[in-house]
């Protein structure tokens, strides 16, 4: 079952512009992570917020968390072409051994950075 | 480059014939799950294992599909009889601790 979801499905920006993507979930959680994919490839861990924290930084990518709301979105400042990928929010299920050991994924945002 | 490598990159396959990948997790990552991710769709999980014993498996991995991870180093996933539906985007990853996972590069798989 995916647990999360992402909105907007797609989003198209010039270079320099800012991105937004946010994401929504259904159950409680204990940290939401970000992964970027570019088309074709593997998934790559972009950063991951705890559930005690609201807002995290890492570079370019700023991401907030809203237990609250049971949200998040991810901001990516003066995007570049090279940011173009598709981004999907996980977030973690606890398996029955008692350990939360997998991942549930959204379906994703599409970004396009044009140059 | 995450570490985590998958063989082959690509496989094409005729209905019905079986087909095998390999996962090489990063060396001193414990654990490993597979997941399969088609056109369009976020990744779904299949299976993990810590070490060597594989802990869950989705309702998605049907009797044709069958992992190993023998002495908890690489993986294996084995997909029997295979059927159109079978074609997807085939992904590893390893972890170390709860949290943030290494993906491979994924194997396409395409059934003919």
């Known amino acids: 079952s995916q647990q999360g979801e992402e909105d907007p499905q797609a989003l198209s920006i010039q270079e320099g512009e800012n991105a937004t993507m946010n994401c929504s979930y259904k159950?409680?959680?204990?940290?939401l992570q970000w992964y970027r994919q570019n088309s074709g490839r593997g998934l790559v861990h972009l950063i991951l917020?705890?559930?005690n924290e609201r807002e995290k930084h890492s570079g370019r990518l700023r991401v907030t968390l809203d237990t609250s709301k049971k949200s998040s979105s991810l901001l990516i400042t003066a995007s570049r072409a090279a940011d173009t990928a598709s981004y999907f929010c996980?977030?973690?299920?606890w398996g029955s051994g008692g350990s939360n050991y997998k991942l549930t994924f959204g379906k994703g945002t599409l970004l396009t950075v044009n140059p | 480059d995450t570490g985590v490598s998958q063989d082959p990159r690509h496989k094409i396959t005729k209905r019905g014939q079986n087909v095998t990948f390999r996962c090489d997790p990063i060396?001193?990552?414990?654990?490993l799950y597979w997941y399969r991710q088609t056109l369009g769709q976020g990744p779904e999980f299949l299976t993990y294992?810590?070490?060597?014993?594989?802990?869950?498996k989705s309702r998605l991995l049907s009797d044709r599909f069958s992992a190993e991870r023998p002495k908890g180093s690489f993986s294996t996933l084995e997909i029997q009889r295979t059927e159109q539906g079978d074609s997807a985007m085939y992904l590893c990853?390893?972890?170390?601790?709860?949290?943030?996972?290494?993906f491979g590069p994924g194997t396409r798989l395409t059934v003919l």
């Open positions: 990853a390893s972890s170390l601790r709860e949290d943030e996972q290494f």
């Open positions: 996980a977030t973690p299920l």
């Open positions: 060396s001193e990552h414990n654990r």
């Open positions: 159950t409680s959680i204990n940290n």
């Open positions: 917020i705890r559930s």
């Open positions: 294992f810590q070490n060597e014993a594989q802990l869950e």
